[in-house]
Nanobody, 118 residues
Framework: VQLQASGGGLVQAGGSLRLSCAVS????????MGWFRQSPGKEREFVVS????????NYADSVKGRFTISRDNTKKRVDLQMNTMKPEDTAVYYC????????????WGQGTQVTVSS
């Protein structure tokens, strides 16, 4: 499974950005998908995940109500809509995939930089 994240960039505080993750390889619908982020000097942190069917999502408290994850299994893509962005959202964002029966994200994309200016 190969993951390719895109859509990062520079945005002002309060603005919006949409990230996309294109998936190639094995059937996409068999995987739960997630987004993680890592800021300089900090450990990588969980942002949000979505089940293989799209029926279940899980958000970090820091992004609840501002970020929305979605997936399109026919297009093999997962998106992250980020609204009301804050400077503390600045990080490299990674998409990841895991088997639905596993707790560990096994496949990772290369990351895309998101910078929120104050």
């Amino acid at each position: 499974v190969q993951l390719q994240a895109s859509g990062g960039g520079l945005v002002q505080a309060g603005g919006s950005l949409r990230l996309s993750c294109a998936v190639s390889g094995r059937p996409f619908s068999g995987y739960d998908m997630g987004w993680f982020r890592q800021s300089p000097g900090k450990e990588r942190e969980f942002v949000v995940s979505i089940s293989w069917s799209g029926d279940s999502t899980n958000y970090a408290d820091s992004v609840k109500g501002r970020f929305t994850i979605s997936r399109d299994n026919t297009k093999k893509r997962v998106d992250l809509q980020m609204n009301t962005m804050k400077p503390e959202d600045t990080a490299v964002y990674y998409c990841a995939a895991k088997y639905s029966w596993s707790s560990d994200f096994k496949y990772w994309g290369q990351g895309t930089q998101v910078t929120v200016s104050s």
